[in-house]
């Protein structure tokens, strides 16, 4: 892919660029109801443990505490400098991992785990110790399994780096954002690219040599061209595995902090475009590979090797090559999915607490998928991941003929085919090379459930 080859004039942009989702899933959490709940949760565990040990599993754990609040933070936190409340949420994780074990006795095996937040690192270094081990005793993690973890430059010490090496942790993320100390005023968070570039040093001394991922994110308050390249200097120097540049997600009518940043501030949708152009266009120069929509990662790099063999996996755990046939989650807010799936646990602290206090499984809604929804949840997944579908492939899978079960989809999406940025033959679909910042407008071609959102109740962040 060539930066120099993709040109996206303004008129464009504005033409396409509207509300829609990131499709972490298909359907998008808008769709879960309460509808679907602990019964159903119980129903398709026994369902996942019929499939027996071999079935590999992924597991997901939500830390959400955070000393601090970041005005352009979108995950769900709990800000609290009180650590016997935190102490108190890892003993019900710990419940609550138990009781779904339970449920899975034949079904332990993970290939993959990711520990995210909040802070995950917010806890010492024996309490995330503590909290492994019970994972340990419940489930078998396999030779050579994914451990991730989200850790916090400001907060994470060696002792915790050191620690998570002799749990088995393997990969890192850390959030960066922009190292410019005015945007860093503008959102509250305040971090140096010495604190940074010292812990990824160090990460790399004890044992974490591949694996480390930074996150950059474009449409921050007073981001400029020029101070957002020399952001791009100073990663690059780190040579990081992957790189996630990410699109601010504005959204004050679901995060209401985000009412503190001043919209005046916010980059032109222009100079958003220009921003974004310019750390693909770094990134590819410096030799990275563009994964997805939003990624870049060496070429060495197995999320790299898996773009190019079209083996892509995409969850909501972000991009992965280990795709298992089931994820459960872990504590508030997380979100699994399981034989055709999703479930999510209480967003409250009091409420989690309470299920679990009744002796309950701590979900709080959900959604079954149906025949339709698989379809479209695969088609939908192979675009965002590999940005092509092959007709043949859905019609073997689905036992449907794809020109007519999604001809609609099709005639939505003449105007991305006509301003270039898609190929359709007898075959399948194409997002051509310059389309590729526009592949959440191609997938919402294929969601059945935009239609009957109303427009002047926004619902997801702009696409572009």
Known sequence: MSSSRFQVDMATVRRFDRPGPRYTSYPTAVEFHEGVGEEAYRAKLAEADARGADAPLSLYAHLPFCEHRCLFCGCHVVITPHMPVAEKYLGYVKREIGRVAELLPNRRRVVQMHWGGGTPTYFSPDQLSDLMATYRERFHFVDGAELAIEVDPRVTSQDHLDRLVELGFNRLSMGVQDLTPEVQKAITRDQSYEQTAELMEYARKVGFTEGINLDLIYGLPLQKLDTFDGNLDQILGLRPDRVAVYSFAYVPW??????????????????????????????????????????????????????????????????????????????????????????QNEKKLSSYYEALDAGRLPVSRGYVLDQDDRVRQYVIQQIMCNFRIGKEDVGRRFGVDFDRYFARSLEALAGVRDAGFLEIDAHGLRVKEEGRLFVRNVCMAFDRYLEAKAADQPVFSRTV
């Open 254 to 343: 679901i995060k209401g902090h985000q009412k503190k940043l001043d919209k005046e501030t916010l980059p032109s949708p222009e100079l958003k475009l220009q921003l974004y152009l310019r750390a693909m266009e770094r990134f590819l120069e410096a030799g990275y590979e563009p994964i997805g929509m939003d990624h870049f990662a060496l070429p060495e790099d197995e999320l790299a090797v898996a773009a190019r063999e079209g083996r892509l996996h995409r969850n909501f755990m972000g991009y992965s090559v280990m795709p298992a046939s089931d994820m459960i989650a872990f504590g508030i807010s997380g979100i699994g999915e399981v034989q055709g799936a999703f479930f």
